[in-house]
C-alpha cells in the first residue's frame, strides 16, 4: 500500500494518506535547539539536549505518538471542530482531505474539511533557538465563517526528560504559568533559578501573531477537561478558553483566536515556541509581525539546505536511487552527523553524548556533501581520543578536550555508565580520515596539533599512529585484536582477551592506510614496523579462513564464534564484507566468502547479521540471543551492515549484486509496500526483521543509525565509483549490467564536475576510457592537478 510520493524536484517527500502505519518523521533544528514532527503534528522540543533540555513533552512507543504541536479549528455556528493536522481530532478521512509535505528542516500541513482549508508550516529559523508554526486559515465556502483556532503545545514541567516523566512528587509543584499580553510564560524553580538538572533557569513561552488572543489556558487539565484526551479538549469542544493558569499541576501553553472570514478570506497565525523570559519572546514576537518574513525563513532554510545536498547529485535509471542518493539519504546523514543517536520517537534523549564510533562512521555519510563541515567534527572526535590510543566511549556533549576522565576512572564510568574500552572506536578514524584528506585534498591536515581527551596533544599523524598502538597493545593468544568490552556489535562480548576478526580487518585497513601516509611522509621507520606487524596480522587471519567463510572471532577460552561446523551463529556478514573492503582476502576467498552471503543470508528484504539465530547454543557472551529469532543482533536485517556489503560487492566489480543489495534493504523501494515496512519509506532504521519473524521486512528505530552514513558510502564509493584519494579522484563506478549508464554533478575542491558514465557493453564495471574535457587519460584516475573550474568527464565502462 503506498502513502505518499517522493517529489525530487522539491526535495520533498508528500504523504497524502495521514494514516500512516506509524507517525512518520521529520527533523527542525540544529544542534541548539531540536525538533521533531510527524505527519499529523506529534513530536517534541528541546534545548541542546533531548535528556536535560526537553521543553515539550511526548510519549514514547505508540502508534498515536502524542502529543505534539496541534492546532485546533471550531466552526462556531455549528459547534464542530477539527485540527489542522488530521490527528489528534482524526476526523473520517472520507470528509477530511490531508497532504503532509516533509522537507529539508521544514514540514508543511495542509487539510480541506468543512469548507476550510489551512495551511501550517512547521520549522525552526536558521541558527535561531526557537521554533515557529505558521498556520493559513482560508474559508472556502460561499458564505461568511466564524471559526475559532486554538494553538496548543504541553510543556514539560521539568528540563529534564525523567524527572519530569517519575518524580511527580517534586516536578508537580515547581512550576506556575502567567498570560503576558500574547503568550504563555512558564516559570520552573523561580525561587532558586535552577530546575532539577542543575540547569540555570529560563522561562518557556508559546505566544501568537497575526490576531487577538481571545482565551487562554496555562493547565493542561483545563483546557483538555476531565476523562478527555487531545482528541477532544473541553475548551475547544465549548469554544472558550477560560483563562485557567497552572500553579502545583501540569503546564501548558493554549491560545484561543476568533475569526470571522468572509468568502475566500484566509487569516495567517504565527504560534512561536521556544525557552526565553518574557522580555525576550517579545521582541521575538514583534519581529513576525513583519509581512512576508516566515516565507523569507522558509527560502533560506530551503537555500542551505539544498545548496548542500547540490553538493552531489546523481540521475540514473533507478528512481530509488535517486530519491535516497540525492535527497533523503543525504539529508539523514546530516542528522545523524548533528544527533548522534540522542533523540528520536524511540531514542528518548537520554543517551547524553556521542558514540565514539556512532559519530566517526556518521562523519563520512557527509564528506562528499560538505568537507570543512565534517572536519570540524573529526577534530572534535580526535580530540575525544585518550593518549593511550583508544576513544572515549561517550562524548559527553559539553565535552571538555585536554581535561576528561577516561575509562581508566572511576568517575567516568560513574558518569557515563561506560566501564572500558570498545575494540574498534578509534580504528573508524582512519577511513573517515582518508576520506576527508581525499575529498578536500587538505594534506596538511595530518600535521594538525590537536589535544587528547585527558591531556597532552599530537599532529593527527601522530593521533592514528597512536590508535595504532592501542590495538597492538591489546592483541589476544592469536595476535590479534582483544574484543575488550565489545567490538562493534555490543551484543558480542568474546571476553576481555578474546579476538574479533572484524577489528582485525579493520586494523589491517588501518595499517594500509598510515603505511601511505608513513610513506608520502618519509617515515621509514614506521614503514618497516607496518610492514612487519601487517604481515604477522595477515597469516594470524589467513588461519580465520573456514573453507567459504571468515570465522566471526575466537572466545577469550579458545572456542571459535562463527564456525562453519556450529549449529548456530555459523555465518556471519561483517567477517566477509570487511576481509574485502580491507583488501585483505585473495581474490579467491572473497568471491567465495561474498557468494556465501548472498547464498546463506540474503533475503527479500536485505542480508541477515548472522545465521542460524541464536537459540538453544548461544554463550555467555552472545548477549543477542535474548532477542526473538530474526530480530536486532540476532539474525536481523541490521540495516548498518548492509552499506558495507553493497561497498565489498562493488570493489569486486559486481554491480548487479551491490544494486541488488541497495534495492532490498532500500526505504525508497518499499514505497508501495508501507504496510510491511511500517517505518517512513524515506529514511533507513536500524534494523528489519527477517524471515523467522511473523513480520518479516518490518523495520525499526528510524533516523539516527548509522546506516544512514554506510549505505551512502557504499552507493557513492562503491556503486558511483567516486573514491577520492590525496591526489585526485578515481572513477571505478559497479552498476546493474542493465544501465546504459547515468550521469553525476559534483563539487570537488572548489571545481565542478559533469561526469558522464556510458555503459554500451552493458557490463557491471570496469572502466574501458576516461576523458577529462576532451583528453583522454589511462585507467580510471583524474588528477586533481589537471582540473578546471567547469570540468567535462565521460567515462566507458567495458
Given at each position: 500500500m503506498q502513502y505518499g510520493y517522493f517529489d525530487l524536484a522539491n526535495k520533498e517527500y508528500v504523504i497524502t494518506r495521514p494514516d500512516t502505519p506509524a507517525p512518520w518523521a521529520n527533523y527542525l533544528g540544529d544542534p541548539e535547539y531540536g525538533a521533531m514532527i510527524s505527519n499529523n503534528a506529534c513530536g517534541y522540543s528541546f534545548v541542546k539536549s533531548g535528556a536535560n533540555g526537553r521543553i515539550s513533552r511526548f510519549r514514547f512507543n505508540s502508534n498515536m505518538a502524542l502529543p505534539g504541536r496541534y492546532i485546533y479549528i471550531r466552526d462556531n455556528d455549528t459547534a464542530d471542530y477539527w485540527s489542522a493536522s488530521w490527528q489528534p481530532v482524526g476526523k473520517p478521512l472520507d470528509q477530511y482531505k490531508s497532504v503532509c509535505r516533509h522537507g529539508t528542516a521544514y514540514t508543511i500541513m495542509t487539510a480541506d474539511y468543512a469548507s476550510v482549508h489551512s495551511e501550517t508550516t512547521y520549522y525552526v529559523p536558521y541558527h535561531q533557538t526557537y521554533e515557529v508554526w505558521r498556520t493559513k486559515i482560508t474559508n472556502t465556502s460561499d458564505k461568511p465563517r466564524k471559526l475559532s483556532v486554538f494553538g496548543f503545545v504541553e510543556f514539560t514541567n521539568?528540563?529534564?526528560?525523567?524527572?519530569?516523566?517519575?518524580?511527580?512528587?517534586?516536578?508537580?509543584?515547581?512550576?506556575?504559568?502567567?498570560?503576558?499580553?500574547?503568550?504563555?510564560?512558564?516559570?520552573?524553580?523561580?525561587?532558586?533559578?535552577?530546575?532539577?538538572?542543575?540547569?540555570?533557569?529560563?522561562?518557556?513561552?508559546?505566544?501568537?501573531?497575526?490576531?487577538?488572543?481571545?482565551?487562554?489556558?496555562?493547565?493542561?487539565?483545563?483546557?483538555?477537561?476531565?476523562?478527555?484526551?487531545?482528541?477532544?479538549?473541553?475548551?475547544?469542544?465549548?469554544?472558550?478558553?477560560?483563562?485557567?493558569?497552572?500553579?502545583?499541576?501540569?503546564?501548558?501553553?493554549?491560545?484561543?483566536?476568533?475569526?470571522?472570514?468572509?468568502?475566500?478570506?484566509?487569516?495567517?497565525?504565527?504560534?512561536?515556541?521556544?525557552?526565553?523570559?518574557?522580555?525576550?519572546?517579545?521582541?521575538?514576537?514583534?519581529?513576525?509581525?513583519?509581512?512576508?518574513?516566515?516565507?523569507?525563513?522558509?527560502?533560506?532554510?530551503?537555500?542551505?539546505?539544498?545548496?548542500?545536498?547540490?553538493?552531489?547529485?546523481?540521475?540514473?535509471?533507478?528512481?530509488?536511487?535517486?530519491?535516497?542518493?540525492?535527497?533523503?539519504?543525504?539529508?539523514?546523514?546530516?542528522?545523524?552527523?548533528?544527533?548522534?543517536?540522542?533523540?528520536?520517537?524511540?531514542?528518548?534523549?537520554?543517551?547524553?553524548?556521542?558514540?565514539?564510533?556512532?559519530?566517526?562512521?556518521?562523519?563520512?555519510?557527509?564528506?562528499?556533501?560538505?568537507?570543512?563541515?565534517?572536519?570540524?567534527?573529526?577534530?572534535?572526535?580526535?580530540?575525544?581520543?585518550?593518549?593511550?590510543?583508544?576513544?572515549?566511549?561517550?562524548?559527553?556533549?559539553?565535552?571538555?578536550?585536554?581535561?576528561?576522565?577516561?575509562?581508566?576512572?572511576?568517575?567516568?564510568?560513574?558518569?557515563?555508565?561506560?566501564?572500558?574500552?570498545?575494540?574498534?572506536?578509534?580504528?573508524?578514524?582512519?577511513?573517515?580520515?582518508?576520506?576527508?584528506?581525499?575529498?578536500?585534498?587538505?594534506?596538511?591536515?595530518?600535521?594538525?596539533?590537536?589535544?587528547?581527551?585527558?591531556?597532552?596533544?599530537?599532529?593527527?599523524?601522530?593521533?592514528?599512529?597512536?590508535?595504532?598502538?592501542?590495538?597492538?597493545?591489546?592483541?589476544?593468544?592469536?595476535?590479534?585484536?582483544?574484543?575488550?568490552?565489545?567490538?562493534?556489535?555490543?551484543?558480542?562480548?568474546?571476553?576481555?582477551?578474546?579476538?574479533?576478526?572484524?577489528?582485525?580487518?579493520?586494523?589491517?585497513?588501518?595499517?594500509?592506510?598510515?603505511?601511505?601516509?608513513?610513506?608520502?611522509?618519509?617515515?621509514?621507520?614506521?614503514?618497516?614496523?607496518?610492514?612487519?606487524?601487517?604481515?604477522?596480522?595477515?597469516?594470524?587471519?589467513?588461519?580465520?579462513?573456514?573453507?567459504?567463510?571468515?570465522?566471526?572471532?575466537i572466545r577469550e577460552d579458545g572456542v571459535v564464534v562463527g564456525a562453519k561446523k556450529d549449529p548456530e551463529a555459523s555465518m556471519w556478514l561483517n567477517p566477509q564484507s570487511w576481509a574485502v573492503i580491507s583488501g585483505f582476502a585473495s581474490k579467491d576467498q572473497a568471491e567465495q566468502s561474498m557468494e556465501s552471503v548472498h547464498r546463506i543470508l540474503n533475503t527479500p528484504y536485505g542480508i541477515k547479521l548472522l545465521d542460524p539465530p541464536y537459540r538453544a547454543h548461544y554463550f555467555d557472551g552472545a548477549l543477542m540471543h535474548i532477542f526473538n529469532p530474526d530480530t536486532k543482533e540476532n539474525g536481523g536485517i541490521f540495516s548498518q551492515s548492509q552499506g558495507w556489503a553493497i561497498l565489498a560487492e562493488s570493489l569486486l566489480g559486481h554491480g548487479n549484486r551491490a544494486f541488488e543489495y541497495f534495492m532490498e534493504s532500500s526505504p525508497a523501494a518499499m514505497n508501495d509496500r508501507a504496510e510491511i515496512r511500517v517505518m517512513e519509506p524515506y529514511v533507513h532504521g536500524q534494523f528489519t526483521e527477517s524471515t523467522a519473524s511473523p513480520y518479516a521486512g518490518r523495520s525499526h528505530v528510524h533516523w539516527l543509525t548509522g546506516t544512514a552514513s554506510t549505505v551512502m558510502v557504499g552507493c557513492v564509493e562503491g556503486i558511483c565509483g567516486m573514491r577520492p584519494n590525496a591526489d585526485g579522484l578515481v572513477i571505478s563506478p559497479s552498476i546493474p549490467s542493465s544501465w546504459d549508464g547515468f550521469t553525476i554533478e559534483k563539487n570537488f575542491r572548489g571545481k565542478h564536475l559533469s561526469i558522464r558514465v556510458e555503459n554500451p557493453s552493458h557490463v557491471q564495471s570496469g572502466v574501458k576510457s576516461l576523458t577529462l574535457n576532451g583528453k583522454e587519460l589511462s585507467g580510471d584516475f583524474v588528477p586533481a592537478a589537471e582540473l578546471k573550474d567547469q570540468n567535462e568527464i565521460t567515462v566507458v565502462l567495458g
Open positions: 521539568d528540563n529534564n526528560y525523567e524527572q519530569d516523566q517519575v518524580n511527580l512528587q517534586y516536578t508537580l509543584f515547581i512550576t506556575r504559568t502567567s498570560f503576558e499580553e500574547n503568550r504563555i510564560i512558564q516559570h520552573i524553580n523561580e525561587n532558586s533559578g535552577k530546575d532539577a538538572s542543575g540547569s540555570n533557569h529560563k522561562e518557556r513561552f508559546f505566544g501568537m501573531v497575526g490576531a487577538p488572543v481571545s482565551g487562554w489556558n496555562g493547565n493542561l487539565d483545563s483546557f483538555i477537561g476531565p476523562y478527555r484526551t487531545y482528541s477532544n479538549p473541553i475548551a475547544v469542544e465549548q469554544g472558550k478558553c477560560d483563562g485557567s493558569m497552572n500553579y502545583n499541576s501540569n503546564a501548558c501553553g493554549a491560545l484561543q483566536s476568533d475569526l470571522e472570514l468572509t468568502p475566500g478570506e484566509t487569516a495567517e497565525l504565527i504560534y512561536i515556541l521556544g525557552q526565553r523570559n518574557s522580555a525576550e519572546a517579545a521582541t521575538i514576537l514583534d519581529t513576525y509581525k513583519t509581512l512576508g518574513k516566515v516565507d523569507a525563513e522558509i527560502a533560506e532554510l530551503k537555500n542551505f539546505w539544498h545548496k548542500e545536498l547540490s553538493n552531489f547529485q546523481v540521475n540514473t535509471p533507478s528512481p530509488e536511487f535517486n530519491n535516497m542518493i540525492n535527497v533523503w539519504n543525504a539529508y539523514q546523514c546530516f542528522i545523524t552527523f548533528i544527533w548522534s543517536r540522542a533523540a528520536s520517537f524511540v531514542y528518548c534523549g537520554l543517551r547524553n553524548g556521542y558514540g565514539y564510533r556512532d559519530t566517526v562512521q556518521d562523519i563520512q555519510g557527509i564528506i562528499h556533501l560538505d568537507p570543512e563541515m565534517a572536519a570540524d567534527k573529526i577534530r572534535f572526535m580526535l580530540s575525544a581520543q585518550v593518549d593511550n590510543g583508544g576513544g572515549l566511549p561517550l562524548v559527553k556533549f559539553n565535552h571538555n578536550a585536554g581535561h576528561e576522565n577516561t575509562p581508566d576512572d572511576p568517575e567516568y564510568v560513574k558518569e557515563t555508565g561506560h566501564p572500558s574500552y570498545r575494540a574498534d572506536d578509534a580504528l573508524w578514524l582512519f577511513p573517515t580520515i582518508v576520506k576527508y584528506i581525499g575529498e578536500s585534498g587538505n594534506k596538511a591536515f595530518l600535521d594538525e596539533v590537536i589535544v587528547y581527551a585527558n591531556g597532552g596533544e599530537a599532529t593527527v599523524y601522530d593521533h592514528l599512529k597512536n590508535a595504532i598502538r592501542f590495538s597492538m597493545e591489546r592483541l589476544g593468544a592469536h595476535d590479534m585484536p582483544a574484543g575488550l568490552h565489545a567490538d562493534w556489535n555490543d551484543c558480542l562480548r568474546m571476553g576481555a582477551k578474546g579476538e574479533s576478526t572484524f577489528v582485525a580487518f579493520q586494523l589491517y585497513y588501518a595499517m594500509r592506510v598510515i603505511r601511505d601516509m608513513a610513506q608520502q611522509r618519509g617515515d621509514s621507520d614506521y614503514v618497516a614496523y607496518i610492514d612487519d606487524i601487517q604481515a604477522k596480522l595477515g597469516a594470524s587471519l589467513e588461519k580465520c579462513w573456514d573453507g567459504d567463510r571468515f570465522i566471526r572471532g
